[in-house]
């Protein structure tokens, strides 16, 4: 299952005003604290699930649907929120140096 919320249609509506309409892939990535969901203007790919919203193509690798349905994208006050079923790690790293993004 993946479901769009009606003020996320409607930021990513307003983005696509300005910018010709590319699919958008929903994908997990390492950030510095840990993973994250995140959003990309990208390219189809052979192992995507396409998920058609309104005007919009989402992306989501097929593998990856598989481990977070459901995956719901909102838009609350400044941005994105992109949930699933995946408990995501939080908390910082050093991101491989003595540093901490936390500091």
């Avoid at 309409?21 to 950030?31: M, T």
């Avoid at 838009?75 to 699933?84: D, L, P």
């Amino acid at each position: 299952m993946f479901t769009v919320s009606e003020e996320a249609q409607k930021q990513i509506a307003e983005y696509f005003k300005a910018n010709e309409i590319k699919p958008i892939r929903v994908f997990l990535h390492q950030g510095c604290g840990g993973d994250q969901i995140g959003m990309v203007i990208d390219e189809k790919k052979d192992a995507d699930m396409v998920f058609k919203v309104a005007a919009f193509e989402f992306l989501v690798e097929r593998e990856f649907l598989k481990k977070a349905q459901p995956i719901s994208v909102d838009f609350k006050g400044e941005g994105f929120r992109v949930t699933s079923n995946i408990e995501l790690g939080g908390g910082c790293e050093g991101c491989g140096s003595t540093s901490s993004c936390c500091s």
